[in-house]
């Protein structure tokens, strides 16, 4: 007979009585009072989702041509992606240990990446961050086939890519409802973590239309994601994607317990069209907007801070053509309520350009219907030959940045006077969480215009103490705090 554990009924507040048989021998034991009424429920078994969904995730290997140049060409692309995909430092690695000079034009590994199978003749969604600035993409199954890809499309904002390989009776994803997916869920992610491939990890949802700056509100789980894993599969405990894996959240560069996936109906959208032309239109009115703080609501009647804050109207934009002033708050769009000020160039992006929309604004403590039509969002330029060779200055590189000036239409479209954007952030920089792309509109408190403006500000200030830089991403500016590399 197996001894009891005292411990155990001493730990735990019992309902009733333990009762013992014949020969002292354990008849029952009560359950817990805390437990009562509380059905008990088993971990989730992964292993058919694994069976059923393993063979439409892909590995995607990018190669690009060195051109002679030096660099982390020579590392192994797992690390090359972890590298790169979080602004890491480059490793001092010893003479010996440092890659050669590759011979021009030869081909090297770039970054290693996760898809998945959207249609049977050959179509492959992931990552756009994952297929950015490759020369070749190669996708590899799970029964070891190997394709060359083409780039079919890509969109920075959402971070969405569409590639395709000519085979045909693959096994395609079944695309699941995201507004059925629940907090608190199980989920589970295939992906390539470090070239670790058809790798499976679980966790569960932690939260949904999770805002983090960027174009899309995300999903927030705790599945493990790691540099590799981007670009595969979210998938619900009905084998459906959900998502796309894209994002962490790490000071480390590793997996710390909070990942984002683009919602799969955001991705879809997405795919539709890059599929259809190759691009991605989205809709524009022309305002700068903010958020409505409880006092603001308070003080104009509008009661609760909800809507978008109007600071700006552009000129000769659908929205100054429509009657939009500076002070709106504009509460809903085309019906849809404005809870929060993302909510809005969500719902405008989604727009077709050229369709008429109706804007909700409250106005000196009443709402009013303003009519509009659709304008639509220059498409991203390539980077310019010069933005591309661009080189940090001795203070710049101090912090671990390269800048750029913005282009007249970068400006245009970001409705900025003025800034440089980020070509390149390591060191103290990508501590801080800079990343390629921010915009910084202002250093130590003074506005600036140019990479000129930049790098003189930077000359004078004390770089024994931390640098306040107002950065914006996306839709927000926030301020960061920068401390040179010692």
Known sequence: MPKFDWKLLHSCAFSAALLLGGAGGLV?????????????????????????????????????????????????????EFFKRFGLPMPNM?????????????????????????????????????VEGADEVVVTLTDKREFKAKIIGA?????????????????????????????????????????????????????????TGDYLPFIQTDVAINPGNSGGPLINMRGEVVGINSQIYSRSGGFMGISFAIPMDEAIRVSDQLRATGRVTRGRIGVQIGPVTKDVAESIGLGKPQGALVSAVEADSPAEKAGVEPGDVITRFDGKAIEKVADLPRLVGNTKPGSKSVLTVFRRG??????????????????????????????????????????AAQKKELKLKGGVRIVAATDAAARAGLREDDVILAVANTEIASVKDFDAVLAKVDKAKPINLLVRRGEWAQYVLIRPAR
């Open 28 to 80: 029952a034991v009560a359950v817990p009072a805390h437990a009562q009424g509380v059905a008990v429920r088993g971990l989730p078994d992964f292993t058919e989702l694994v069976e059923q969904v393993g063979p439409s995730v892909v590995n995607i290997r990018t190669l690009e041509k060195t051109s002679g140049r030096m660099g982390a060409a020579g590392m192994d692309e797992e690390m090359l």
């Open 94 to 130: 010893p003479r010996q240990q440092r890659p050669q000079r590759p011979q021009p034009d030869e081909e090297q590994p770039r970054g290693v990446g996760s898809g998945f199978i959207l249609t049977p003749d050959g179509y492959v969604m992931t990552n756009a961050h994952v």
């Open 366 to 407: 009443a709402h009013k219907d303003l009519t509009l039509t659709i304008a639509e969002v220059e498409p991203d330029e390539k980077v310019s030959a010069a933005t591309a060779k661009a080189k940090p200055s001795a203070a710049a590189q101090q912090f671990g940045l390269t800048v750029a000036d913005l282009t």
């Open 155 to 211: 969109d920075k904002r959402t971070d969405v890519a569409v590639v395709k390989i000519e085979a045909s009776g693959l096994p395609a994803v079944k695309v699941g409802d995201v507004s059925r997916l629940k907090v608190g869920e199980w989920v589970m992610a295939i992906g390539s973590p470090f070239g670790l491939e058809n790798t499976v990890t679980a966790g569960i949802v932690s939260a949904k239309q999770r805002d």
